[in-house]
């Protein structure tokens, strides 16, 4: 159980071009989801927190019209990245918990996207 | 800010010894940890996790020790495979939210 997927697990773009990555729980339904960007031989960094139905939350230094979140069923979030630059190049990881918003609950997280901006 | 880090960036382990892997917080309020394995180019995997309310848990083949005096988690892992080879990340837990530390690359010899 507790399965969590992304589409596509690879994908290469021009610069200026925009990027939508999906991020699905399989088996549970999944109340809050959140996006994570990991550079190369670095730790993973909170993009966003996403609840169903509600505006995303963003981190700090995290550019909202950049990185549009959008989680409008309760097994589905989407991840835009808008006009892609080299340096958005990077591994996004999303992940998902069942518990009701607020409460610890354990985050099992998909098998991240690859993006290349070119 | 305060964070999650870890003391030592690489381990190597002979196969079939154990693993210890060690990791410091700054945040006092964290109640919940977490262990993750993370193998190359896939996402973290959960392996174990304490709540601050608990110094110890066991899992299979590995435990967890959480000491709070010292602001202080460690991963055990028993009987080393080849297949534990990857990055170890701990995360502390407020609410909803996890901090991750900066990653143990475990290699495991054979």
């Known amino acids: 159980g507790a399965v969590v997927s992304q589409h596509p697990s690879r994908v290469i773009c021009k610069s200026g071009t925009s990027v939508k990555i999906e991020c699905r729980s399989l088996?549970?339904?999944?109340?809050?989801m959140f996006w994570y960007r990991q550079f190369p031989k670095q730790s993973l960094m909170l993009m966003a927190t996403?609840?169903?139905?509600?505006?995303?939350?963003?981190e700090q230094g995290v550019e909202k019209d950049k990185f549009l979140i959008n989680h409008a069923s309760l097994t589905l979030s989407t991840l835009t990245v808008t006009s892609a630059h080299p340096e958005d190049s990077s591994f996004y990881i999303c992940?998902?918990?069942?518990?009701?918003?607020?409460?610890?609950?354990?985050?099992?997280f998909g098998p991240g996207t690859r993006l290349t901006v070119l | 800010g305060e964070s999650v880090g870890l003391h030592l960036p690489t381990l190597s382990v002979q196969e079939g010894d154990n693993s210890i892997i060690n990791c410091a917080y700054s945040?006092?309020?964290?109640?919940?940890f977490i262990w993750y394995k993370q193998e190359s180019g896939k996402g973290p995997q959960f392996i174990i996790d304490?709540?601050?309310?608990?110094d110890k848990r066991q899992g299979q083949r590995v435990t967890v020790l959480l000491n709070k005096t010292v602001k202080h988690l460690s991963l055990q892992i028993a009987a080393t495979q080849p297949g534990d080879s990857a990055v170890y990340f701990c995360?502390?837990?407020?609410?909803?939210?996890?901090?991750f530390g900066a990653g143990t690359t475990v290699t495991v010899r054979a």
């Open positions: 945040n006092s309020a964290s109640d919940y």
């Open positions: 088996d549970f339904q999944a109340t809050t």
């Open positions: 996403s609840n169903e139905g509600s505006k995303a939350t963003y």
């Open positions: 992940s998902a918990i069942a518990g009701e918003p607020g409460t610890t609950d354990t985050q099992y």
């Open positions: 304490i709540r601050s309310n608990m």
């Open positions: 995360a502390e837990g407020n609410d909803y939210k996890l901090s």
